[in-house]
């Protein structure tokens, strides 16, 4: 299991030019990773924006939200929801404790097609930030993403923050990093009324 602080924002559309030239230039800079592109079906459980349910590469994963962290203003044209989390790889049986097998089998399932770009940034004890893989999770510090994603032959995407290490740290990891990498954000909003996790985006095609 892994706990996780995060803050997401998802708009219809294609990417604006202004975001994915930032993207690349100021927050992957010379650390470009390759594309990671694949598909994800998602349980649609309606109603419900506090529990994610995907099959990822024939893996069950579930996301439940601990707690919410507040609305948070990053720049003066950025506000979001932060949330707490916690992600598992479920085995057979085990998400039984979460919704009933009925659900599981008959369920609507919907597949998300994503393009996904990448950093992980570590926070050090003096709040100084270092590029490395995502695969870093156990260490301080938290992953930037922007994603292209296609759903029912809608585009949309998102930007987010996904924060991990110890739990004293998630929601400091969060923000130090967040708050540094949009000090060159351009002027384009992120508001509050569009900031939320998959399983509330998810509801809008319930």
Known sequence: MLTTSEIRWFYQGTTPPAIENWFIADVLRENCQNLEE???WYLLI???????VKLRQQRLETKLRVTELGIW????NVIGAAEKWLKSTCEDGKIESLITPDVIAKGQWVKVEKVRSQIRYLVANDYSLTPTSTDQTSQEGCNVELTKIIINDNHWWTLGFEASG???KLKDNLETV???IF?????QELNLVDSYAYPK???VFV
């Not at 309606?46 to 994610?52: A, D, I, S, T």
């Not at 203003?73 to 003066?76: E, F, I, K, P, S």
């Not at 000090?183 to 002027?187: A, G, L, R, V, W």
């Open 38 to 40: 694949r598909e994800d």
């Open 46 to 52: 309606p109603g419900c924006e506090f529990l994610g």
């Open 73 to 76: 203003q990053l720049r003066n």
């Open 166 to 168: 110890t739990d004293d």
């Open 178 to 180: 967040a708050k540094k």
């Open 183 to 187: 000090q060159t954000f351009p002027e």
């Open 201 to 203: 985006w998810l509801s």
